[in-house]
């Protein structure tokens, strides 16, 4: 990839983590990176942010909703509470959301489901979910 290309896809991925993840998250994500992980976080910004996030086939909520449904499934429930309070930001709803980890339980199980309900509540509870689709 041409350097000016790196550059310029590295600054959209982070416009979309911005947008996604809000500033408060990803500055400290920043702060926190060390030259063990420069790389890794270089690679989630663009092949998750700019090449993922910012492709035109689904909007934010519908990939919000996608990220909630397979994190739940596969038990990362760290990053689904990041997920799961990015939601607002996208226009993924509360409901809407109840309404995937419903299918997370047929289709992953109940244990999942139930762990990602907890971390639903306890979003809620801080309140950092909005049954508004709150785009602060």
């Known amino acids: 990839m041409h350097p000016e290309a790196a550059g310029e896809r590295y600054e959209r991925g982070m416009r ?13 994500a920043v702060a926190r990176t060390t030259e063990v ?25 519908s ?5 909630i449904a397979l994190l739940a499934a596969l038990g990362h429930e760290h990053e689904l ?5 990015a939601a607002r930001r996208t226009g993924a ?17 109940v244990p999942a489901a139930n762990t990602a309900f907890g971390a639903l509540r306890r979003v ?11 785009r602060s």
């Open 124 to 134: 809620i509870e801080d309140g950092d979910a909005s049954e508004q689709g709150d």
């Open 63 to 67: 990939r919000s909703l996608v990220t």
């Open 93 to 109: 709803d509360v409901g809407r959301i109840g309404e995937v980890l419903l299918h997370v339980a047929l289709y992953a199980g």
């Open 37 to 61: 992980d420069r790389a890794f976080q270089d690679y989630i910004v663009g092949a998750a942010w700019a090449d993922v996030w910012d492709r035109p086939g689904l909007d934010r909520a």
């Open 81 to 85: 509470e990041m997920h799961l309070r």
């Open 16 to 28: 979309v983590r911005r947008a996604v993840l809000g500033d408060d998250h990803v500055d400290a």
